[in-house]
């Protein structure tokens, strides 16, 4: 069966994006760019990709706005708005379903892994449905103090179990596997 993967970045004080939503503070600690980490070798792993629209709408607009990034994939954006938009990219459906049906529906498919791309407040609905069968969560070598934290609060991931399943390490940067228990 399919499995739901959370891979995101985050400073070492647990944030995913800085108080205004920039994430352009992303690198490590030092100038070289040549290593790459897990994510060239993590992306040829996933087939479908399912983000929150603000996350989307970010990378349309800010990132990559004039090329997809995620060409190939199946894209899933998450709406509560009931939107007349159309997607920019070929391959990306804006929704709005409920996630325990279409985590349901995937993994029915046949595929490769789900990557869940984020925001904040997608992780945290996931997190609370229990839909998160894998975390590989990067943790960059900056404090923010504050910003968009990648666990709030009102979800239930203090309640989880998990097993460090590997760890990389690079440029300063720390790469680490959890699965659940």
Same mark, same amino acid.
């Given at each position: 069966?399919?499995?739901?993967?959370?891979?995101?970045?985050?400073?070492?004080?647990?944030?995913?994006?800085?108080?205004?939503?920039?994430?352009?503070?992303?690198?490590?600690?030092?100038?070289?760019?040549?290593?790459?980490?897990?994510?060239?070798?993590?992306?040829?792993?996933?087939?479908?990709?399912?983000?929150?629209?603000?996350?989307?709408?970010?990378?349309?607009?800010?990132?990559?706005?004039?090329?997809?990034?995620?060409?190939?994939?199946? @894209?899933?954006?998450?709406?509560?708005?009931?939107? %007349?938009?159309?997607? &920019?990219? +070929? $391959?990306? !459906? #804006? @929704?709005?379903?409920?996630?325990?049906?279409?985590? %349901?529906?995937?993994? &029915?498919? +046949? $595929?490769? !892994? #789900?990557?869940?791309?984020?925001?904040?407040?997608?992780?945290?609905?996931?997190?609370?449905?229990?839909?998160?069968?894998?975390?590989?969560?990067?943790?960059?070598?900056?404090?923010?103090?504050?910003?968009?934290?990648?666990?709030?609060?009102?979800?239930?991931?203090?309640?989880?179990?998990?097993?460090?399943?590997?760890?990389?390490?690079?440029?300063?940067?720390?790469?680490?596997?959890?699965?659940?228990?």
């Amino acid at each position: 069966m399919r499995k739901v993967i959370l891979y995101i970045s985050m400073s070492v004080d647990g944030f995913i994006a800085d108080k205004n939503g920039r994430i352009d503070w992303l690198d490590g600690d030092s100038i070289e760019t040549i290593i790459k980490g897990s994510y060239p070798y993590f992306i040829k792993k996933i087939d479908t990709i399912i983000m929150g629209y603000h996350t989307y709408h970010q990378i349309v607009t800010e990132l990559f706005p004039n090329e997809w990034p995620f060409y190939g994939k199946e @894209i899933f954006v998450l709406t509560y708005n009931h939107l %007349n938009e159309k997607a &920019k990219f +070929e $391959g990306v !459906s #804006i @929704i709005n379903e409920d996630i325990e049906s279409l985590v %349901n529906r995937l993994k &029915k498919k +046949e $595929g490769l !892994s #789900i990557w869940l791309c984020g925001g904040s407040a997608t992780v945290d609905q996931f997190i609370n449905h229990n839909l998160v069968d894998e975390f590989r969560i990067t943790m960059v070598p900056k404090t923010l103090g504050e910003g968009i934290p990648l666990f709030s609060k009102q979800n239930k991931f203090s309640k989880m179990k998990l097993k460090l399943a590997s760890t990389q390490i690079y440029n300063g940067i720390v790469e680490m596997e959890y699965v659940k228990k």
